[in-house]
C-alpha cells in the first residue's frame, strides 16, 4: 500500500521560510514523477511544483525564484524549499506521486502571516 506522508508544515511570517517534506513508503518511487500540490479555500487545488524521475523540474509562475523542489531517491522524499513566503502562499500542501495510477497525501498546513 502506497502511502505518502508530508511535515514540515507551520506557521511563520511573511518573508520567512519553510521547508516541507513527502516521505514515501509502499512503493519505489525513483522512478515516478512527484510533484507538490496546494489548495486554498474556495479554491482549486493547483500544481505549484513538479519533478520527474530524471531530476527535471517545474514551477508554478507565482513561486517561481522563491521556491526550490528536489528529491532524494534512496529516501523515497521530495522537498520543496520556500523562501520569501507571502501570505497569498497560505494553503493546505498536497504531494503527489506518480502520473497513473495517482497517490496523494493527507496535506500539510501552511501559514504565513502578514
Known amino acids: 500500500q502506497v502511502q505518502l506522508v508530508e511535515s514540515g508544515g507551520g506557521l511563520v511570517q511573511a518573508g520567512g521560510s519553510l521547508r516541507l517534506s513527502c516521505a514515501a513508503s509502499g512503493t519505489s518511487s525513483g522512478g515516478n514523477a512527484m510533484a507538490w500540490y496546494r489548495q486554498s479555500p474556495g479554491k482549486q487545488r493547483e500544481l505549484v511544483a513538479g519533478i520527474t524521475s530524471g531530476g527535471s523540474t517545474n514551477y508554478a509562475d507565482s513561486v517561481k525564484g522563491r521556491f526550490t523542489i528536489a528529491r532524494d531517491n534512496t529516501k523515497r522524499t521530495v522537498y520543496l524549499q520556500m523562501n520569501s513566503l507571502k501570505p497569498e502562499d497560505t494553503a493546505v500542501y498536497y504531494c503527489?506521486?506518480?502520473?497513473?495510477?495517482?497517490?496523494w497525501g493527507q496535506g500539510t498546513q501552511v501559514t504565513v502571516s502578514s
Open positions: 503527489k506521486l506518480g502520473s497513473g495510477p495517482i497517490y
